[in-house]
């Protein structure tokens, strides 16, 4: 299955990112060419330009031109793009990496950051270090935006589907195995039989939308990803038996009101009660 088509910003700033590896490494080749002692023998800003490209081309495929005034000015001391980007950015790079870790750990537990979410969080950390410097609005209307495209390769956005906080909260390994080890020997213990076992489970209808929500994941994530909230059943309660046999009851809709309603069981096709 094919995964999801790059945006053309997105492209520009995967193709900057090769750029700059490669000026680096050209200007490393390049200084190590200065340190011969026969001026004759080294080679030189366009040679090199040019032998770092064959090389990126030979093993990516792609063609990227180098100029040689450019790989002059980083032998120098000189910074790319980016380097100068970061200088200029509210967050160092290794807080950067920091508010990334933190963000796909949330989403891994159910907590995923929205674009909104990550903002005032980021507008925390920037207040508690830069104090007066930093603006009251916080940072800027597309930071996130540009912030989730500088960091392409680790985060993306997605779709969040609602997951109760109960669900959530036991949503972990030692839990699941803790309840299928005390189901094993309860029904094993008193040797109940399938038949005669019955799983209940009841699920809250939103007042309002599917409860779905733009949010910030991990680059890798596969599959749906769900965000833990406290859900309410004033409106309506769907509760579903399943036996343990494969059979079920139909299911039990309760809805809120003083009175009972014909119109309730209108386009009833699993016989509701």
């Known amino acids: 299955m094919t995964g999801r088509t790059k945006s053309d910003l ?28 026969n001026p004759r023998a080294r080679r030189g800003l366009r040679t090199i330009c040019k032998d770092f490209e064959t090389i990126h081309f030979n093993e990516t495929g792609k063609r990227i031109k180098l100029s ?46 929205s674009h909104r979410r990550l903002k005032e969080h980021v507008d925390l950390l920037c207040r508690a270090r830069h104090v007066k410097k930093f603006p009251p609005g916080g940072v800027g209307r597309n930071w996130t935006a540009r912030f989730i495209l500088r960091h392409s390769d680790r985060l993306k956005t997605t779709d969040s589907a609602p997951l109760e906080d109960k669900r959530g909260r036991c949503a972990n390994p030692e839990t699941d195995a803790e309840y299928w080890s005390i189901l094993d020997y309860t029904e094993t213990h008193f040797k109940i039989r399938p038949e005669t076992t019955f799983g209940s489970d009841e699920i809250g209808v939103q007042s ?6 733009r949010v910030i994941v991990a680059a890798t994530k596969k599959g749906r990803q769900h965000q833990v909230r406290s859900r ?25 009101g003083s009175a009972y309603q014909v119109s309730w069981a209108d386009g009833n096709p699993l016989n509701a009660s």
């Not at 509210?90 to 990496?97: F, K, Q, R, T, Y």
């Open 232 to 256: 309410t059943r004033e409106n309506t309660t769907v509760i579903v038996t399943i036996c343990a046999d494969g059979t079920s009851t139909p299911p039990a809709v309760i809805f809120k």
């Open 68 to 113: 040689y005034s450019s790989l002059n000015r980083q032998v120098d001391g000189g910074k790319t793009l980016a380097q100068a980007s970061a200088l200029r950015a509210w967050l160092l790079p290794a807080e950067e990496d920091v508010v990334v870790d933190f963000t796909q750990e949330l989403a891994r537990q159910g907590w995923p950051f």
């Open 10 to 37: 997105e492209k520009k700033r995967i193709l900057r990112r090769e750029h700059d590896a490669i000026l680096t490494r050209a200007a490393e080749a390049y200084r190590t060419e200065l340190l011969k002692p």
């Open 208 to 213: 309002r939308g599917d409860g779905r929500e």
